[in-house]
C-alpha cells in the first residue's frame, strides 16, 4: 500500500480519497477549509496544515480543485506542492482544468517529478462507488506506476501523452454543456407550441439527448436543482473549452452559444446548483435547491 496525499476535499474530492482510505492506503489530506478534513480525519487520514506539508514524503500526491486558479495557488503557492516533491515522487492532477494549466504547472516541478493528468468523467455517487471514467494523461512508464493507485476510483483509460488526459476531459464536457443547452431549448421551444413537459421529456429521452435526460428528468420535473456537479464548474469548462478553441483556430459555434446559456444560468444565481438548473434558465423559471 502507498502513502498518498490528497489535496481538495469537495463533493468530488472527499469520496475519491475516503476509497483511496478504504483501499487500504496511508492518507495525508489536505483542504483550504480544514474542517471539511474531518470526516476522513474520523476514519483515520493525517490531516497536514500545507499542501507542503501533505506532499512530503508521500509517494503520489494527488489533486482534485475546483480551477486553474485553485490549483495554481495550491501547487505554486507560498507552501505549495511543488515545494515538497522531489525525484521519484508522482504527482497527479484528477481537476477539470484544461491542458494549457496542466503544462504550466508540470514545467515547474523539479525533474524527475512525474507530473500526471487524470481527470474524471462520473459525478459523486459514482466517485463513491468506485466507477469513476479516468482519462490519463501520461507516459507509458508513468502510466504504469499510477494505474494501481487510480483504479481504486475507476476505470483506467491511458489517452496518450502529459497533457491529453486533461483535453479529452475537456471534449467531455464540451459534450455535457452543449446537450443540456440542446435540452433547455428542446423544452422551451416545445413548451411555446403547446406541447406538455412529460410528453416532451418523453420524446427526448429516446433522442440524441436521451442520457442527459434521464439523468436529469427528475431536477428538471421538480424544479430542484441540487448540485451533483455545479453550474459554475461546467461553465468554467466551456470557458476553458473556447479558450483551447481560441489557441487551436478552431471555431466552435455550438459550444460558444451553451456557453451563453451557462453564463446567464450562473449570472441568474444559480452557480451553486447543478449544471442543469440552466434548462431552468432557459425556459424562464427560477431554479430551487
Ligand atoms: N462534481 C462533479 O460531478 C465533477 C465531475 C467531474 C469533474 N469535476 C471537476 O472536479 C473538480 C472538483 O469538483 P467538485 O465538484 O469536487 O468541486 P467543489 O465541491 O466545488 O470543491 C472544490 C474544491 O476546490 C477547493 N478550492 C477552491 N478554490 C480554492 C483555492 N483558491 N485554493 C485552494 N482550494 C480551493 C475547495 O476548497 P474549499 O472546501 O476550501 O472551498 C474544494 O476542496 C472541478 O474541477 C470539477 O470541474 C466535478
Sequence with gaps: MAKIAFLG???????????????????????????????LASRGATVAGSPAEAGAGAAFAITMLATPQALTDVVLGEHGLVRALGPGQVYIDMSTVGPHTIRLIAARFPKGVAVVDAPVRGSISQAAE??????????????????????????????????????????????????????????????????GRAPLLNMLEGSQLGPVVRAKRAD???GHY??????????????????????????????????VWLDAGVERGAADLDY???????????PKS
Excluded: C, Y
Excluded at 490519463?136 to 494505474?147: P, S, Y
Excluded at 453550474?231 to 460558444?256: F, I, P, Q, W
Excluded at 438548473?277 to 423559471?285: R, S
Design 276 to 286: 442543469s438548473a440552466v434548462v431552468a434558465t432557459i425556459v424562464g423559471e427560477e
Design 130 to 195: 468506485g466507477r469513476l471514467e479516468i482519462f490519463v494523461g501520461a507516459g507509458d512508464e508513468d502510466f504504469t506506476r499510477v494505474r494501481p493507485i487510480l483504479e481504486s476510483l475507476g476505470s483506467v483509460g491511458h489517452v496518450g501523452g502529459p497533457g491529453a488526459g486533461a483535453a479529452m476531459k475537456l471534449i467531455a464536457n464540451l459534450a455535457l454543456g452543449v446537450s443540456i443547452a440542446a435540452v433547455g431549448e428542446s423544452l422551451a421551444l416545445g413548451e411555446a407550441l403547446g406541447l
Design 226 to 259: 441540487p448540485p451533483t456537479f455545479k453550474l459554475r464548474h461546467a461553465d468554467k469548462d466551456l470557458r476553458l473549452v473556447m479558450e483551447a478553441a481560441t489557441a487551436a483556430n478552431r471555431d466552435l459555434k455550438v459550444s460558444a452559444a451553451a456557453k
Design 9 to 39: 476535499l469537495g463533493q468530488m474530492g472527499t469520496p475519491m480519497a475516503t476509497r483511496l482510505l478504504e483501499a487500504g492506503h496511508a492518507l495525508t489530506v489536505w483542504n483550504r477549509t480544514p474542517d471539511r478534513a474531518k470526516p
Design 220 to 222: 428538471i420535473e421538480s
